[in-house]
């Protein structure tokens, strides 16, 4: 076994008490340690001795011995801790710490060699330092903690229990690469090394805790991001291309149901976005390939529409075609859509939903089974065991961010290697596009229908309240309708719900003569069909909901759209909920009522959405602001764990890894060239970790 897959309780100075946690953290082998990257670092390679200290030098580093320490009474019993420390100069300072003096004075004795890093401000004819970051320094390390640039890790209280700090984090790593740093394999071929001008992995490794220089730290900094975006992108080259080998269902392109769909059921003539979207699936579909393609288009695009014409190539070719959304309602609004296009056309559409009665889902079950059923929409109750598809041809994922990984891969199994279509009404960024997405074929509809108007936005304050009901009054007056969204999140769900039921009875007793409705995730799946189709009728004037309404619901008379506290949305969650009006021809808006004055961060981002309904720069805009991991949720979208590359910040290198590891796989689909070798191994032993996300998109 490579000494770097070692055990980390084994290495010296751990043990099985500092094991436990270091492995909470990730941390479970000799190579986990060395890739436990420094979160920031601190330039402490100038001292400044004592007797040259002189006011507005900002931080600095002084080192010297505790010549004495002591706790000093305060008032209202806050005490505060005094060190004394003089250097070889003969000068002597002072630090103090006003709080925490009690168990930060254990940390000292007199005699004490200590590095203090901070501002040193002068009172009288003396320096003081207040609150300095400190390291206690010893004869073996003392190198390691000052007169150079010192790592910072990242912590905890669990590593802080059991002694380790960032002090102890530098010795532990100190002596893992001083007994194995020749040990370290390079990963990456030296072709492209020199390409790109990469330093060697293993000088990278140790300079990346313990740089001799900025310039040395900023390479080995470089080569890390490189290497980390380069296996994730050779993921996606290798896995992109095995699926161009894969052989697929054979479709005949546009038949007679998809011709009378278009020309006959569509009360609209598709979009040249929309028609080009179909010409390309059609291609997809005809080659005698697996299609594994994401369509990508703004809230109100109409990428359900291509969806069901790409269905219906699957019917005229002799298959099935499955469709999964990840709610109910979502669903349920799916059914009625898809239903109301197939009907017509004398084709099956069957519903697929959880808590249906036994005998209705064994009628359905037996419908797939046996091929009566032309199309099935469904939530996840699709990937369920018991649904066995006779024949199905191509499976439909909408709003696919919202489903995990292992979930849609079960959903690709129920057929012979179904066609595979994604879609998604969050426009993604191109790096994070490249990132989630590699593996994937990516059409953009990036025309509306004819007749939409882009909606007005407003970002109102609290004292503005009454101006914006004022104004939702005179749109009721003139027919139309709106929504009132409240968030809902999932760790505070009941003080969420109580929100939006208070805001609900606030809303009936303001909005008098008007009919209000509330739905919410709470209730039973036949309650909030009722509470959206009393909407859709016209019979409700204002709907009062969570979240569950974000995305699918279409009632082209609601023109406006108030969601309150709008400070607690993601900025391309906002956009959502903002689309569900503006989809008839009618001039909608949008309220954002926000409570903005305790975060200028939280106006900025309220700000982006208000001067834009361009979902490309909103969803450019989050991912600056969220950070990649939150922007869908780390866990749904299947974002592999960067510990050290940012694909906001470090786009440049992203794309250079990508140009690398797309051409390396088309080179040496396998791997199996000498200098490859090192490539091979680590790809081997890293890749089965993501395999799914890579393969399912």
């Known amino acids: ?34 890739r436990y990257y420094p979160r920031r670092y601190l330039d402490r390679s100038t001292v400044t001795p004592i007797g040259k200290l002189r006011e507005g030098l900002g931080a600095i580093t002084v080192v010297g011995t505790v010549t004495a320490k002591g706790v000093v009474p305060g008032r209202k019993g806050r005490a505060r801790l005094e060190l004394r420390v003089m250097d070889e100069s003969g000068r002597s300072m002072k630090a103090v710490w006003f709080r925490g003096a009690q168990w ?22 003396s320096f003081s330092m207040a609150h300095p970051d400190f ?98 992108q050779l993921l996606l080259a290798l896995t992109k291309g095995r699926q161009e080998r894969m052989p697929g269902a ?4 546009i038949g007679e149901h998809t011709r009378r769909f278009v020309d006959e059921v569509l009360p609209f003539e598709l979009t040249g976005a929309q028609k080009r979207a179909l010409e390309t699936i059609a291609a997809d579909t005809s080659s005698g390939r697996q299609m594994n393609r994401m369509i990508q288009g703004d809230v109100g695009s109409g990428k359900t529409v291509v969806g069901v014409a790409a269905m219906l190539m699957a019917i005229d070719a002799g298959f099935q075609a499955a469709f999964m ?8 609004q799916h059914y009625a859509n898809i239903r109301g296009y197939l009907e017509p ?36 109750a699709i990937i369920e065991d018991k649904v066995v598809f006779e024949n199905l041809g191509i499976a439909i994922v909408d709003e696919q961010h919202r489903f995990g990984v292992m979930q849609r891969a079960r ?32 059409t953009l509809i990036d025309e509306l229908p004819a007749g939409r108007k882009p909606i007005e936005t407003k970002l109102y304050s609290e004292k503005q309240r009454e101006e914006m009901y004022e104004f939702v009054k005179l749109q009721l007056r003139e027919g139309r309708q709106a929504y009132v969204v409240y968030p809902l ?66 009632v082209p008379n609601a023109t406006v759209m108030v969601i309150e506290h709008a400070e607690r949305f993601g900025l391309a969650q906002l956009h959502q909920l903002r689309g569900r009006v503006g989809r008839g021809s009618e001039q909608s808006y949008c309220f954002l009522m926000a409570d903005y004055k305790k975060s200028a961060e939280a106006k900025e981002r309220l700000k982006v959405v208000e001067s834009t309904t361009d979902g490309f720069r909103i969803s450019e805009e989050d991912l600056k602001m969220r950070g990649a991991g939150d922007f869908f949720g780390t866990r749904q979208s299947g974002l592999p764990d960067l510990k050290i590359a940012d694909i906001v910040r470090d786009q440049e290198i992203l794309i250079a890894a990508r140009e690398a590891a797309f051409a390396l796989a088309e080179h040496d689909p396998e791997l199996r060239a000498p200098e490859n070798a090192g490539t091979r191994t680590h790809f081997a032993r890293t890749a089965p970790k993501s395999l799914g996300f890579a393969r399912v998109g």
């Open 1 to 34: 076994m490579p000494v770097l897959d070692s055990d980390i309780q084994f290495l010296h100075g751990v043990g099985p008490r500092r094991a436990e946690p270091l492995q909470k953290v990730g941390v479970t082998t000799f190579g986990d340690l060395l």
């Open 104 to 125: 930060i004075g254990k940390a000292f004795a007199k005699g004490d060699r200590v590095a203090l890093h901070g501002k040193a401000e002068k009172y009288g004819s």
């Open 135 to 232: 390291d206690i320094l010893d004869e073996d390390h003392a190198a390691l903690d000052t007169g150079r640039i010192i790592p910072l890790y990242p912590g905890g209280q669990e590593l802080e229990k059991v002694g380790i700090n960032s002090r102890t984090l530098r010795r532990l790593i100190h002596g893992l690469i001083k007994e194995h740093g020749l040990e370290i394999p390079e990963i990456l071929p030296e072709s492209i090394r020199t390409q790109f001008g990469l330093m060697d992995g293993n000088v990278a490794l140790r300079a990346v805790h313990f740089p001799k220089s900025t310039d040395e730290l900023a390479k080995a900094r470089q080569r890390l991001k490189f290497e980390e975006f380069f296996f994730l």
């Open 250 to 253: 054979v479709f005949s392109g």
């Open 325 to 332: 959304a990840p709610t109910e309602i979502l669903t349920e």
């Open 345 to 380: 056309l004398g084709l099956e559409t069957r519903l697929l939903i959880g808590g249906q009665r036994k005998l209705l889902r064994e009628e359905i079950l037996a419908d797939i089974a046996e091929g009566r059923a032309h199309v099935v929409v469904g939530t996840h």
């Open 411 to 442: 959903m690709f199994k129920k057929g012979e290697r179904p066609h595979v279509l994604l879609m998604s009404a969050t426009p993604i960024p191109r790096s994070l596009a490249m990132t989630v997405y590699g593996d994937l074929d990516v």
């Open 489 to 554: 999140v999932e760790e505070s769900e009941k003080l969420d719900l109580k929100d939006a039921e208070t805001g609900y009875e606030r809303l009936r007793e303001q909005f008098g003569p008007y009919t209000v409705d509330l739905v919410h995730g709470r209730m039973l799946a036949y309650e909030k069909e009722e509470a959206m189709d009393r909407f859709k009728s016209g019979e409700t004037d204002i709907l009062v909901a969570t979240t569950v309404i974000e995305v699918g619901v279409d």
